[in-house]
């Protein structure tokens, strides 16, 4: 199994940034994406960012691009999504996923088979 642990949310003026981070254990090799989802209240979850975990593929959320920057640290085993000019629409829950190597491109929840418990994001007006 692979045990993700999130961190970093909190409460941010609009136009304010957050950074967050996911450190991953266990079986870490069996890693191939590690991303970042999002669910809002009474809205389903969102792709937001995902990362090969070689680092050769980055794929974001078209609505984000511009926005939010993920990026990997693998000696640490970590995951880190950099969001930029917050908005109160980007108000929701986010969570880490991973996904194994059968996985089709990382950009749908159905890629993943871990996930962590979430990190509350909240963006005031």
């Known amino acids: 199994q692979v045990q993700l642990a999130e961190s970093g949310g909190g409460l941010v003026q609009a136009g304010g940034s957050l950074r967050l981070s996911c450190a991953a254990s266990?079986?870490?090799?069996?890693?191939?994406?590690m991303g970042w989802f999002r669910q809002a209240p009474g809205k389903e979850r969102e792709f937001v960012a995902t990362v090969h975990w070689t680092g050769r593929d980055i794929y974001y959320a078209d609505s984000l691009k511009g926005r939010f920057t993920i990026s990997r640290d693998s000696a640490k085993n970590m995951v880190h999504l950099q969001m930029n000019s917050l908005k109160p629409e980007d108000t929701a829950v986010y969570y880490c996923?991973?996904?194994?190597?059968?996985?089709?491109?990382?950009?749908?929840?159905?890629?993943?088979?871990?996930w962590g418990q979430g990190t509350q994001v909240t963006v005031s007006s």
């Open positions: 996923a991973t996904a194994p190597a059968w996985a089709r491109d990382g950009m749908s929840d159905n890629d993943y088979n871990y």
């Open positions: 266990g079986r870490i090799l069996e890693i191939y994406y």
